[in-house]
T-cell receptor
Framework: AQSVTQLDSQVPVFEEAPVELRCNYS??????LFWYVQYPNQGLQLLLK??????LVKGINGFEAEFNKSQTSFHLRKPSVHISDTAEYFCAVIGAGTALIFGKGTTLSVSS | DAGVTQSPTHLIKTRGQQVTLRCSPK?????VSWYQQALGQGPQFIFQ???????QRGNFPDRFSGHQFPNYSSELNVNALLLGDSALYLC???????????????FGPGTRLLVL
């Protein structure tokens, strides 16, 4: 069965610092991976996705993620964060069919 | 171009009641999925509708049912509400492609349900 583990429940960082949000997955089928962001009191917005091809995936708002098959990881990175990046971040993998299986989320808190 | 819309935004019900939540997909999309997000948790897949039929279902009891209309909009119905049904209910739409699982799901803002 597919599953996702987000290794950090909360990540506090200062503005303009780099950040990495960690995600490990397990999947017995084709691996399609996603990162979504959820701002307070809003739905989920897709940051980026990996379907195939280059293991380095670039997304919106300056985020990128690297697919590592040997380590079953899909960590999200940003070289310099802004206050506006404060949000909940979810890693997800496609389960059976087309259902998204989400991790429990990582709260990114950016302070000045 | 309107994205995914959901109604109502908030809802308060009492135990044992029934509730209906509504979702209009993004223009051009034909598939609607529903997710339940409890406080502090990631969303959990409830079910997915395509061509007006339930195509896939997560681990939710039969109290949770749905419907998809010819215009692709969808409803989620929950009967005999329990306190534990309090959550944010998210609708996601997508366009079914030959590469199953590769399509991007676009989420609505959600309906926050409180069961007292």
């Amino acid at each position: 069965a597919q599953s996702v583990t987000q290794l950090d429940s909360q990540v506090p960082v200062f503005e303009e610092a780099p950040v990495e949000l960690r995600c490990n997955y397990s999947s017995s089928v084709s691996v399609y991976l996603f990162w979504y962001v959820q701002y307070p009191n809003q739905g989920l917005q897709l940051l980026l996705k990996y379907l195939s091809g280059s293991t380095l995936v670039k997304g919106i708002n300056g985020f990128e993620a690297e697919f590592n098959k040997s380590q079953t990881s899909f960590h999200l990175r940003k070289p310099s964060v802004h206050i506006s990046d404060t949000a909940e971040y979810f890693c997800a993998v496609i389960g059976a069919g087309t259902a998204l299986i989400f991790g429990k989320g990582t709260t990114l808190s950016v302070s000045s | 171009d309107a994205g995914v819309t959901q109604s109502p935004t908030h809802l308060i019900k009492t135990r044992g009641q029934q509730v209906t939540l509504r979702c209009s997909p993004k223009s051009g999309h034909d598939t609607v999925s529903w997710y339940q997000q409890a406080l502090g948790q990631g969303p959990q897949f409830i079910f997915q509708y395509y061509e007006e039929e339930e195509r896939q279902r997560g681990n939710f009891p039969d109290r949770f049912s749905g419907h998809q209309f010819p215009n692709y909009s969808s409803e989620l119905n929950v009967n005999a509400l329990l306190l534990g049904d309090s959550a944010l209910y998210l609708c996601a739409s997508s366009l079914r492609t030959s590469g199953l699982g590769q399509e991007t799901q676009y989420f609505g803002p959600g309906t926050r349900l409180l069961v007292l």
